[in-house]
């Protein structure tokens, strides 16, 4: 048992990893496969041990068992007991509220003051946790943790700041498979797609990236050659995000393991008044009218913008899928595929955004906690395209006098085999 607090001068990390297999073909399309079921964790933080006698403990415990598995309360985690168990024998604990975690068969930390135990959990009914044997006598307002059993790091750093005082290190990695996640169901779908909802900390910039990479023919001297086998654009959203409750800090979290990590893909608004519109909307009305043909100049043939996430003054969003883009004297028509279901003037409507396929950039997130309820990450997620691109390059190496498929405005250059 780790016996140490965390000391909260410092963030209490915990971070979590899958593996994805990504195939991209020429034209940038993907095929995504999760190689974990659950991801590796790792959880870290500083312990300051304050006198002679946790120094003694701890070094105990590192001379004894570092190398051995060690059990960990995840302090982020937290139930309350509601009532003092007073008698040696009892076996059952009435706790505040009843998170997730705590079910029948789960292994937990008991904690007060400095005291540790672990218990199994037996039964859960209603705010009665009853555990397979007894637990003692406890008082109220009783910790329980949820137990994760890990490796400390082969190296741990415990710098000395006096003869009686250490500042550790602490690197935990929990046992794979020793750990199952039941994310919540999302907040919001499309179609069946998830909707990312999470709104960005703006008190830093939320970086944007526009890729679109192009494949060049170049000897060194003389001119070049551009192929563009990818049709469609990237954009990259990378922002830190910021739970300010324990419940806002696992959504972030949640999201992640619903996607388990590059594989899975959901919706994510650009926060950007992309569509003004210029006429009403209307409950039964399927259109959005943008001034300008401009809007369907550049996107009509797009197979990244494809859906659009409205804002009402009221505070209510919108999602629809884009069925087809048109114009109609002028302006831009963009058709959805189901009823507004209310109405709304141009004066009610905060804004409309493009609303992107998209997924994680990274199989790995870190969610930073700054107090046990309190938690930021950084997340790095890229636009996908919602149709499947077609792969030009492999129409363009067709025998000569073969049948070929000749892409509408196609400038590229033809290669002939044979």
């Not at 324990?246 to 569509?275: C, M, P, V, W």
Request: proline content about 5%; hydrophobic content about 45%; overall charge negative.
């Amino acid at each position: 048992m780790w016996p140490f607090e965390v000391d909260w001068s410092a963030a209490f990390r915990v971070t979590y990893q899958y593996l994805t297999d990504v195939f991209v073909n020429r034209s940038g399309g993907e095929q995504r496969r999760a190689t974990r079921e659950t991801p590796r964790k790792v959880i870290e933080f500083t312990s300051t041990l304050m006198n002679g006698a946790q120094l003694r403990t701890f070094n105990r415990l590192i001379e004894t068992g570092q190398n051995q598995l060690v059990v960990m309360p995840e302090v982020t985690c937290v139930a309350r007991s509601a009532a003092a168990t007073t008698l040696s024998g009892a076996t059952a604990m009435s706790v505040e509220a009843i998170p997730a975690w705590l079910a029948a068969g789960s292994e937990v930390v008991l904690a007060a003051g400095t005291r540790r135990a672990v218990a199994s959990v037996s039964t859960v009914v209603g705010n009665l946790v009853t555990f397979t044997a007894a637990i003692g006598a406890w008082p109220v307002s009783t910790r329980i943790h949820p137990s994760r059993t890990g490796l400390l790091t082969a190296e741990t750093a415990a710098p000395r700041l006096t003869n009686a005082i250490a500042q550790v290190s602490v690197q935990f990695s929990v046992e794979p498979g020793s750990e199952s996640y039941a994310a919540g169901a999302a907040s919001a779908s499309l179609n069946g797609v998830e909707v990312f909802e999470l709104q960005p900390n703006w008190s830093n910039a939320v970086d944007v990236k526009h890729i679109w990479p192009v494949a060049q023919v170049d000897f060194g001297t003389g001119r070049t050659l551009t192929h563009r086998p990818v049709d469609f654009p990237t954009r990259l959203h990378a922002a830190g995000y910021v739970g300010r409750t324990a419940a806002q800090a696992d959504a972030i979290a949640d999201i992640f393991h619903r996607a388990k990590g590059r594989r899975g893909s959901f919706y994510l608004a650009t926060g950007e008044n992309d569509l003004p519109p210029i006429a009403s909307l209307t409950a039964a009305g399927l259109t959005l009218t943008v001034a300008g043909i401009d809007t369907y100049d550049a996107y009509a043939e797009d197979s990244v913008h494809r859906a659009v996430a409205v804002k009402l003054a009221s505070g209510q969003m919108l999602y629809r899928e884009v069925a087809v883009l048109g114009f109609s004297e002028g302006n831009t028509i963009l058709t959805v595929t189901a009823p507004w279901g209310v109405n709304a003037a141009p004066s009610q409507v905060v804004r409309v955004s493009w609303l992107l396929l998209s997924r994680f950039n990274d199989d790995e997130i870190t969610i930073e906690w700054l107090t046990n309820e309190v938690a930021q990450a950084q997340l790095a997620l890229q636009s996908l395209p919602v149709v499947a691109p077609s792969d030009y390059l492999a129409l363009r190496a067709t025998v000569e006098g073969d049948n070929r498929v000749i892409v509408p405005g196609d400038d590229r250059a033809v290669v002939y085999l044979g």
